[in-house]
Antibody, heavy 122, light 107 residues
Framework: QVQLVQSGAEVKKTGASVKVSCKASGYTFTKHSMHWVRQAPGQRLEWMGWINAGNGNTKYSQKFQDRVTITRDTSASTAYMELSSLRSEDSAVYFC???????????????WGQGTLVTVSS | DIQMTQSPSSLSASVGDRVTITCRASQSISRNLNWYQQKPGKAPKFLIYAASSLQSGVPSRFSGSGSGTDFTLTISSLQPEDFATYYCQQSYSSPQTFGGGTKVEIK
């Protein structure tokens, strides 16, 4: 069965960086893109970016363009999201989500990681 | 960016009630609309794609409709396990954007 298992909670100081991992199992890692979505307390889900796990191409939300880096290690079936220059507003739960692209051109996130809480404080 | 607006933001309903949630896009997104269910402290669960196609394993009491800018999620007979927050998401263009959520609470 498909599983996405994320790394544990992190506490960071303002200005630091955080790197969250997402280990995939139960499917061929390189056949599906991986997206990162975050959710601040009481807020809506917010898309951050994605990586084509096959070729490593990435696309980021303009909001995070200068601060986020998404990578992957195909040998470990793991995707990573690194966010730099952290500020208090970055305190949120970060999710990885597998993209499924269907034959009719629709896509959606069919499997999600359990979420990683990142707390940023001064 | 395409803005997604859900209404209501919350509702109270009883087991067995029919519940309808609305999602409106700021521009046409054809049928590129997905629905997710989220329970407290958990990851979202995927329910519906392409506005009306039910993900495998999702109970048939869930249904979706709409195209263009206006969409609905309907739960035909609310069950205890359906009390959660529901989000719509457009996958028409990047950045993919989500609605603000509709919290379904027990009356």
């Amino acid at each position: 069965q498909v599983q996405l298992v994320q790394s544990g909670a992190e506490v960071k100081k303002t200005g630091a960086s955080v790197k969250v991992s997402c280990k995939a199992s139960g499917y061929t890692f390189t056949k599906h893109s991986m997206h990162w979505v975050r959710q601040a307390p009481g807020q809506r889900l917010e898309w951050m970016g994605w990586i084509n796990a096959g070729n490593g191409n990435t696309k980021y939300s303009q909001k995070f363009q200068d601060r986020v880096t998404i990578t992957r290690d195909t040998s470990a079936s793991t995707a990573y999201m690194e966010l730099s220059s952290l500020r208090s507003e970055d305190s949120a739960v970060y999710f990885c989500a597998r993209e499924y692209y269907d034959p009719w051109g629709y896509y959606y996130y069919d499997y999600w990681g359990q979420g990683t809480l990142v707390t940023v404080s001064s | 960016d395409i803005q997604m607006t859900q209404s209501p933001s919350s509702l109270s309903a009883s087991v067995g009630d029919r519940v309808t949630i609305t999602c409106r896009a700021s521009q046409s997104i054809s049928r590129n609309l997905n629905w997710y269910q989220q329970k407290p402290g958990k990851a979202p669960k995927f329910l519906i794609y392409a506005a009306s196609s039910l993900q495998s394993g999702v109970p048939s009491r869930f249904s979706g409709s709409g195209s263009g800018t206006d969409f609905t999620l309907t739960i035909s007979s609310l069950q205890p396990e359906d009390f959660a927050t529901y989000y719509c998401q457009q996958s028409y263009s990047s950045p993919q954007t989500f609605g603000g959520g509709t919290k379904v609470e027990i009356k």
